[in-house]
């Protein structure tokens, strides 16, 4: 059984290596299939408007750009498993200093975001379990079919308008600060809260009518005791799959917040980067992004794994 759970555990693995494989073949194409001449973008970005032919070619042997394709991509692929993203053709610094300069203030809406997500979601979902079919319910299933059509742009331009420049509360120039965070991270909560209340509610009332509860209900156990100690941790696991496999959209889907709200991370670095065709810094995000939904969902299979014997083949 031990070999069993060693070679599941090393499939996926090999599973994980090869999607972050195929995700820097993705990101890579970005550059080479972008209009334009990269070694042109990067001379004009050093503020020579009409570089001499001399020049672009020079750069062109310097930045290896006149060597095949497939030899490119292993080079590039070289320098960013060492770190080296590039330069950025917009600011000439480097393209890994660039994004982790600005990644503590992402990570701090991010992480705060994900936070007040479980707490909101997971709260919201066991009244809603609990007051099943009467108007707690029926409020809570409204919100969540309000955040599924609404996008998250379109909450957070309500927000800024009404609470922020409205009510007077927040700040549109935050400095990336934890708490700065709280409004911006609010905003994607409610949003991001409401798929995953629908999802634990309805695991929820599936596992409340298990045999499980009715057992312990039947030898006495209070109704919130069998909620909390047979029913809840049954319906974790796709919970907590939609919350691992949710840090990739919610790093890709931070460049419009962080605009909306000014805040200093690296969504917004990357929407400046896209309106001044920055494709070194446009790399870098993507892959950075990629490779932490790839990370997550990893960590995601193998927390089921350990949790459920059935995905280790274990038998009882």
Known sequence: MVNGVAAKVLSRLGQAVASAFAATIIVWLLLPLAPGDPALRILMSQGIDDPHPAQIEALREELALDRPLPVQYVEWLGRVVQGDFSVSYRTGAPVAREIFSRLPATLALLGTALAMSILISFILALVAVWYRDRWPDRVIR?????????????????????????????????????????????????????????????????NVNASTVLVARSRGASRFRALMRYAVPNSLMPYLTAIGVSVGALIGGTPIMEEIFTWPGIGRLLVQSIQARDFPVIQGFVLFAALSYVLAALLVDLIAMWRDPRLRGAHS
């Open 142 to 206: 409204g919100y969540t079919q309000v955040m599924a059509s609404t996008p998250t742009f379109i909450l957070g331009l309500l927000v800024l308008q009404y609470v922020v420049i409205g009510l007077g509360i927040g700040t549109v120039l935050p400095q990336g600060l934890w708490p700065a965070a709280f409004l911006p991270a609010l905003t994607i909560a409610v949003d991001r809260a409401g798929g995953w209340t629908q999802l634990l509610r309805a695991n929820l009332l599936e």
